[in-house]
């Protein structure tokens, strides 16, 4: 088993990892935004029903608070996703004035489609990579992501 990197060395080999990934994700969003007209929703849209899939019905600040963005724009795509007809706004048992977020079952079936094409896309990615792998690059993302949000918290805005 490896020792854990010293501090000079970690920093530069997660530098690696936020150089391979963001290639990584403005190709998969490019993908996306080109494939629009095929998925019928905006990538904003598609992050929403995706998320109400992953976890049933939810608050606009709790969609905000997970995916890290601004309540306002989640408002403006469950806008979008509603006149489109893929979600419906119900009230909340817990809050009178923050309405749950529910997928209709026309939202169920556009995100089936949509994470059935990627489900597909993604089986097509080589390398032989092992479960070890992914669960390691899960770890390494989940600790960057983790160390970030508490420099973001100990920095004055």
């Not at 109400?52 to 469950?78: C, K």
């Not at 048992?93 to 026309?106: I, M």
């Amino acid at each position: 088993m490896s020792e854990p990197l010293a501090p000079d060395a970690l920093a530069d080999r997660l530098t690696d990892v936020y150089v391979a990934l963001g290639p990584v994700y403005r190709k998969v969003a490019r993908i996306v935004e080109r494939d629009q007209q095929i998925m019928g929703m905006s990538v904003g849209v598609r992050n929403v029903l995706d998320q109400l899939q992953r976890q049933d019905d939810l608050t606009v600040p709790q969609m905000a608070r997970a995916q890290d963005l601004s309540r306002q724009f989640v408002q403006r795509m469950v806008n979008d996703a509603r006149s489109s007809g893929f979600v419906e706004i119900v009230d909340n048992p817990a809050h009178r004035r923050s309405s749950l977020v529910r997928l209709t079952p026309n939202g169920q079936r556009a995100i089936d489609a949509v994470t059935g094409r990627e489900h597909h896309m993604m089986g097509q990615v080589g390398g032989d990579l092992t479960a070890a792998d992914l669960d390691a690059t899960l770890r390494v993302l989940h600790h960057m992501r983790v160390a970030l949000e508490a420099i973001e918290a100990d920095t004055p805005t």
